[in-house]
């Protein structure tokens, strides 16, 4: 029996891809054991164990780059887990013994990857954006193989580096890959008729400005009396701020049938299904689900992550024809109501659009990443 150790956390972003190569493996080597190393209490620590994971916690904690008195702090913290975290992955990988050690990204992958590496057991690291992390740039040199999302971020690694990459694709959850929704199933499926929807999402926690523009975009619809489906998601820390968006515009829900908005989107698959135009941020699991459902988009990379790495997976979805990306510092009153109009006014720029971003879907990731598990485990 094969053993599997993955680790990877901070945000859902890192945690999501460890659990969909899981699956890969499990599909194809169902007696293989796992458990999922991360912080304790961290996002990690939920979705591994509501995913039936043996969680094993190390204390990591990443360094602050501004610095002020409360950082400060942090950073002796931080630098007190390091000591620490060594020993402790060591005794985690002699205790378990594994074939192969997957980190997804996050500071708490780091330790496990970099001991497993140095007690000589095979290591593979996946890279979901274009513009590669920092944790990813440091366990480069240690690790056997880099899996990346988009060949792009290969440019971005050290040289010397470049030869341990490939390009696997980020995984998507299940319902998007294998999807057979049509457009009109899914906006039947929906309540809605067949008129253009347009699908806008911040994420979980949300967006203000993806609120603001779905906002902006509802009071033109019916300030103008043009017919638009629109869904929404405002997220977990708008909920009263959405509101009172709402009432200062004199929008009431219950009065436009044709409005779908939630705090959080749990059928998203029907829901991209059902788009003809989606607005959202750009992480990179968002973008490869916008890619598997063929959408033309806009993107509002969030401006306040690491080295604006949103930017740059954007921009590889703007390059190729298949989104209009807006920086947030250049979004003005009425921007992306505009924009949005000219888009749905000329329907060949929007298929020309969708068929540019099914084209940048990897089809095949399941197999590409099973191929590069499969070499490590067995050469």
């Keep these: ?44 620590h939920r979705l591994a164990e509501d995913a039936g994971f043996e969680f094993v916690p190390v204390k990591v904690a990443g360094f602050q780059r501004h610095l002020s008195l409360k950082n400060i702090g942090r950073n002796i913290k931080a630098a007190a887990y390091v000591v620490t975290s060594g020993p402790r992955c060591k005794k985690i990988i002699k205790d378990f013994k594994p074939d192969l050690v997957i980190g997804t990204g996050g500071y708490v992958c780091g330790p496990i990857v970099r001991m497993a590496a140095k007690m000589g057991i095979k290591t593979l690291i996946h890279e979901q954006n274009a513009f ?55 906006k039947k499926a929906l309540g809605l008729d067949g008129s253009v929807c347009i ?9 203000r400005a993806i609120n603001n523009a779905a ?3 509802m009071e033109w619809y019916i300030k103008d009396g043009i017919k638009v489906n629109h869904i929404h998601s ?3 820390n708008n909920r009263e701020e959405f509101a009172e968006g709402l009432k200062s515009k004199n929008i009431n829900l219950s009065d436009h049938p044709n409005f779908i908005v939630k705090e959080y989107i749990d059928n998203m698959s029907t829901c991209m299904a059902a788009a003809d135009l989606i607005i959202s941020r750009c992480g990179m699991g968002a973008l490869t689900e916008i890619e598997a459902e063929g959408k033309a988009s806009i993107l509002i990379p969030s401006p306040y992550l690491a080295e604006n790495h949103q930017y ?68």
Excluded at 154 to 181: N, W
Excluded at 337 to 365: C, G, W, Y
């Design 215 to 217: 906002l902006e975009l």
């Design 132 to 186: 590669p992390g920092l944790t990813t740039k440091l366990l480069a040199p240690d690790v056997d193989k880099i899996m990346l999302t988009v060949d792009k971020a290969a440019d971005r690694l050290e040289p010397q580096y470049r030869s341990k990459c490939v390009v696997t694709g980020l995984p998507v959850r299940k319902g998007f890959s294998d999807s057979v929704m049509s457009k009109e199933e899914a």
């Design 234 to 236: 405002y997220g977990k």
């Design 312 to 379: 740059y997976n954007g921009l590889v979805l703007q390059s190729a024809g298949a989104a209009v990306l807006y920086e947030q510092k250049d979004i003005t009153d009425g921007l992306i109501a505009e924009t949005v109009s000219k888009l749905i006014r000329d329907p060949n720029a929007l298929s020309e659009m969708s068929q540019h971003a099914s084209e940048q879907f990897i089809k095949d990731t399941p197999d590409r990443i099973w191929r590069e598990v499969d070499n490590l485990l067995n050469h």
């Design 1 to 44: 029996m094969k053993k599997i150790i993955l680790s990877g956390g901070g945000s859902a972003g890192h945690v999501n891809p460890a659990l969909a190569i899981s699956e890969i493996i499990k599909d194809r080597l169902p007696d293989v054991k796992f458990i999922y190393v991360g912080t304790p209490g961290g996002m990690e």
């Design 199 to 207: 699908l806008s999402t911040g994420g979980s926690l949300g967006a």
